[in-house]
């Protein structure tokens, strides 16, 4: 068996390399210096910040496990069974509650990117415009977009309703999306929170983004 | 999500949490793959146990177990032990997002009070990101010296870490 130096500098080697270090029986003082070393990879700017696009898997992950198909479905079918048989104006309150349910539980559709074909990066803002927490709307050319910073973590999403074409209006308090023509509202990660819809809309594109010098460009035509 | 508010919505949860979940974890595991599978695993079995609407705060301290159970099973079963129960910070006590200097700004007091030598080979090492071969050519001794002074350094680390908290 290696000694624990050799073995501790391996794990080193493979922290620094961005890949999952090998496994071992530590002694209990080597897995405090193998902590102090996992630790210690926080120093590089920027590497303990998650990927943006393994936050929006997991978070499909977990609505398709927090709200399986078959609930929402089932609700779908109650609702119309509602309308048919009591009228629409009495069933109207109690469907609109109904209706925000089913939207709110379906499953997350897959996240696409909107890449222009003769797309250029443009600056829309400077990063210091965007504290944690914050979101801001842009306009760029043809494209009309919002900027979110979710814990150091800036992303960019399309703000033009994947209903009917309306562009999208930011409540920053509420931390949403809201279309002005037809009640339904996006998260700032792009899903659909809330709809009015008989179906939901499918969730926002992203738009491409890139922090330089201070500033937040988007790829954008 | 200020102190006293209420959590509805999974979503929220999630939204809120998830940045300062990978960074904990990121701190006690230092690589990608395993800060992914790790956060995961911890929304994967913390949310559905949740029953909404609860206090932010209760929500917060029950993830913060959930970290500290998960990070202790997986130090448990690849390396043989726990890590000293430290809490490098937790869920429960954020009622802001972290900053992005947060993280680095503890790793870099630990550096800081390190004796000069274990400092330069930590420095060489995950700062500028030498091999093993050039921090040794750099510090003037051999390769085995240097992974033996790394080791000592590490060492010297996870003490002053711990004292840092205490």
């Known amino acids: 068996m290696r000694n624990p130096v050799d073995l501790v500098a391996r794990f080193v080697d493979d922290l620094l390399r961005g890949r999952r270090p090998r496994r071992f029986i530590a002694a209990p003082e080597d897995v405090e210096a193998l902590g102090a070393a ?7 700017p920027g590497a303990d910040l998650p990927d943006a696009d393994f936050v929006d898997n997991l978070g499909r992950q977990l609505a398709s496990k927090m709200a399986p198909p078959k609930t929402a479905e089932r609700r779908v079918v109650s609702r119309r069974a509602l309308l048919q048989s009591a009228g ?25 990117t909107l890449i222009p074909t003769s797309g250029t990066w443009r600056m829309v803002a400077a990063v210091a415009d965007l504290p944690n927490g914050q979101a801001l709307r842009f306009t760029s050319g043809s494209i009309e977009g919002v900027l979110v910073n979710d814990g150091g973590t ?4 399309s703000a033009v309703c994947t209903h009917q074409g309306c562009v999208l209006r930011l409540d920053p308090a509420a931390r949403r999306l809201r279309c002005p023509c037809h009640p339904t509202d996006f998260a700032l990660n792009g899903s659909v929170i ?8 499918p969730t926002l594109p992203k738009l491409q983004v890139r922090i330089r010098e201070g500033q937040v460009e988007v790829f954008v035509v | 999500m200020l102190e006293g508010e209420v959590y509805s919505e999974w979503e929220t949860i999630y939204q809120e949490n998830v940045v300062s979940v990978y960074r904990l974890i990121f701190a006690r595991v230092g690589n990608r ?7 995961s695993e911890v929304f994967l079995k913390s949310l559905p146990k949740l029953t909404l609407p609860a206090p932010a705060s209760q929500v917060r301290a029950y993830i913060n177990t959930v970290v500290r159970s998960t990070l202790a099973d997986h130090w448990r079963k690849h390396y043989g032990s726990p890590l000293a129960d ?11 997002p972290l900053s992005a200097l947060e993280g680095s700004d503890r790793a ?19 700062l500028r990101g030498y091999s093993i071969r050039e921090a040794a050519q750099e510090m003037d001794v051999t390769p085995g010296n240097a ?20």
């Open chain 1, 38 to 44: 996992s630790e210690l990879a926080s120093l590089r």
């Open chain 1, 88 to 112: 629409l104006a009495a069933a109207a309150g109690v469907a609109g509650a109904v209706i925000e349910r089913t939207i709110v539980s379906q499953p997350q559709t897959a996240q696409s």
């Open chain 1, 154 to 157: 800036i992303r960019a999403l």
């Open chain 1, 194 to 201: 809330m709809s009015h819809l008989p179906t939901a809309p």
């Open chain 2, 33 to 39: 793959p395993d800060a992914e599978d790790l956060t």
């Open chain 2, 86 to 96: 430290v809490e490098v910070d937790t869920v429960g006590g954020v009622t802001r």
């Open chain 2, 108 to 126: 870099g007091r630990i550096l800081n009070l390190l004796p000069d030598r274990s400092r330069r080979i930590l420095e060489l090492r995950y």
């Open chain 2, 147 to 166: 992974k033996v002074l790394q080791y000592r350094a590490l060492r010297l680390a996870a003490a002053v870490g711990a004292r840092m908290l205490s």
